[in-house]
């Protein structure tokens, strides 16, 4: 085989390659947004983030391997890269990761909280002995605030009277 036609299926191979690599990071997107909820401002930010950066990649990989032409070959390459990954791995690879992640972040949460407990005990007892000051201490201020009141009057009354 002639040396040209070995570099063009390298290419084509690396086509593949670049396709099935943009749909695997794609692949963990797709798994943070399954995690963590996105408003659609945030989803439309991260796709065109994605795709700037495959278009710089794919550019940079079209540049080096092929003088930056365009060959209908590569993107078809590509494109079958990312069927491929999609159809044998993919889509099971979102919902398998994205699960795990979820029970993890579950079972992290749980731990967290048995932990925490005591604290939160301890915590809600100040809040509750802080409270209980906190309105003896209004009680205590009415009486004080109306004793000082009637003498306030009293003292105007034997002031006037002199």
């Not at 205590?140 to 002199?162: D, E, G, R």
């Amino acid at each position: 085989m002639s040396q040209d036609i070995v570099n063009e299926v390298y290419f084509l191979l690396g086509s593949i390659l670049m396709g099935i690599i943009i749909t695997f990071v794609y692949d963990f997107i797709l798994i943070w947004r399954k995690v963590v909820r996105h408003t659609l401002f945030f989803i439309s930010l991260e796709d065109f983030a994605f795709w700037v950066a495959c278009a710089i990649t794919v550019f940079y990989m079209l540049y080096e391997e092929n003088d930056g032409i365009l060959r209908w070959f590569a993107v078809s390459g590509a494109a079958l890269g990312m069927l491929i990954y999609k159809k044998t791995i993919g889509n099971h690879f979102v919902e398998i990761m994205s699960t795990c992640i979820k029970k993890e972040i579950y079972l992290i949460r749980k731990i967290l909280s048995f932990v925490f407990r005591p604290i939160n005990w301890i915590l809600k007892k100040i809040k509750k002995s802080c409270g209980i000051l906190l309105r003896k201490q209004r009680k205590l201020a009415k009486y004080i605030k109306k004793k000082l009141t009637v003498f306030l009057k009293m003292l105007k009354i034997t002031l006037c009277k002199h």
